[in-house]
């Protein structure tokens, strides 16, 4: 390497640490790499940083506009009140990054003075950094607010769960069709460089080609069962938010994101945002052989709509023709934006979730 590339490309802390490990115990899986390269305490991505918006990484839909937690605050609201508006009522987020959602769904329910007594809001965050951003920009409401490290150490009781690209922050395996075999994908040392490589033989009863590669995550897995247990306990609802297909297949969806463009994964691992597209056709059906509701997955920009965002956006343009209301909606949801890619799932304890077909 020269002396520019090395300036351009300099070692991330976690890429020696990755390195050592490699050297000493072998190839790690493509899962414990993104939990390394996200969640490591010192180094991992989330760790050390606030990544949202124009100066960071990339954008989430909360970040594009107000619209998206006010309609997701109001189906919220209005899910509550189908419930038999219990108190008290858990919210729950996972991921909240820097807390926009949870603020935009808050100024909805400031309207429903009821709902507002009943709330106790719950974050589930693994962040210190994001924690603090948290913090600050919920302020208002601080006396509420538990942060959590896991979602089981919510207390049991009514609930709503909303979690807005979370799923695809949570580590997948990799496996990879070679000679007619699965192997699990692993990542290896090349001459000194982080490479992919095969560990060892799995058994999974999938057609497949040379080359081929599937993915699943027990973490999500286990993310899901979670919600679906706390279900059967506690009358609630989950919805879930996030990029993904709504059939299986095969494909390698790992990707790296740095300063809104796409990098290799396998560079400066800590200092990217490393995701995967959800499955959602796997994990409907895993929570329906479970016994809950399922209603979706549908594309982002419908589910919006149901929600009434259009007539929200025109109220916004009327009000402040500067402020974009129009551009952003279109960002959330025309199909060649957010609207197609992102889909909406919704668990449920209590019938089929509404607005979702
Ligand atoms: N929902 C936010 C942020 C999405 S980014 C938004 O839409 O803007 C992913 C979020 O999940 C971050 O807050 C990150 O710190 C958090 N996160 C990722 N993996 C986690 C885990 N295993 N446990 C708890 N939080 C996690």
Redo the contacts with the bound molecule.
């Keep these: 390497m020269t002396a520019l590339a090395q300036q351009a490309l300099p070692e991330s802390p976690l890429e020696n640490i990755l390195r050592d490990r490699i050297a000493r115990e072998g190839p790690i899986g493509i899962a414990d790499y993104m939990s390394l390269c ?2 490591h305490p010192q180094h991992g991505y ?1 760790m050390t940083r606030d990544p ?1 918006g124009a100066r960071g990484d990339f954008t ?4 594009v506009s107000q619209m998206f937690g006010e309609m997701i605050g109001a189906y919220v609201a209005a899910q509550w009140q189908l419930m038999g508006a219990p108190q008290p009522f858990h919210l729950i987020e ?5 807390g ?2 949870m603020a935009d769904m808050l100024r909805v329910f400031a309207r429903l003075p009821d709902l507002m007594k009943a709330l106790r809001i719950h974050l ?4 210190p950094v ?1 924690r603090d951003v948290q913090q600050k920009n919920l302020e208002a409401y601080a006396d509420r607010i538990e942060w959590h490290e896991d979602i089981n150490n919510v207390p049991a009781g009514a609930f709503a769960l909303v ?4 799923l695809d ?2 580590p997948v395996r990799q496996f990879q069709f070679h000679q007619r075999e699965w192997r699990e994908r692993c990542i290896g040392l090349e001459k000194g460089t982080l490479g992919y490589t095969l560990g060892g033989r799995v058994a999974l009863n999938i057609s497949a080609n040379e080359g081929d590669i599937f993915e699943t995550s027990p973490v999500r897995e286990k993310f899901i069962r979670n919600i679906a247990a706390r279900l059967k306990c506690s009358p609630g609802f989950a919805l879930l938010i996030d990029y993904g297909h709504d059939r299986s297949g095969l494909g390698d969806t790992l990707q790296a994101v740095h300063r809104h463009h796409y990098a290799n994964p396998l560079e400066r691992p800590g200092e990217a945002d490393l995701t995967s597209h959800v499955d959602f056709a796997a994990l409907k059906k895993m929570t329906e052989e479970i016994g809950c509701e399922v209603g979706g997955p549908i594309p982002q920009g419908k589910f919006l709509e149901n929600c009434g965002i259009s007539a929200r956006a025109a109220i916004l343009q009327q009000k402040n023709p500067q402020a974009g209301a129009e551009a952003a909606l279109r960002r959330l949801t025309a199909a060649d934006e957010m609207g197609e890619l992102f889909k909406v799932m919704i668990l449920s304890s209590f019938g089929k979730p509404v607005f979702i077909s």
């Design positions: 996200l969640g989330y949202f989430t839909a909360p970040e996972c991921g909240p990054g820097r926009t959602l589930v965050e693994m962040s994001l979690a807005n690209e979370f922050a949570l």
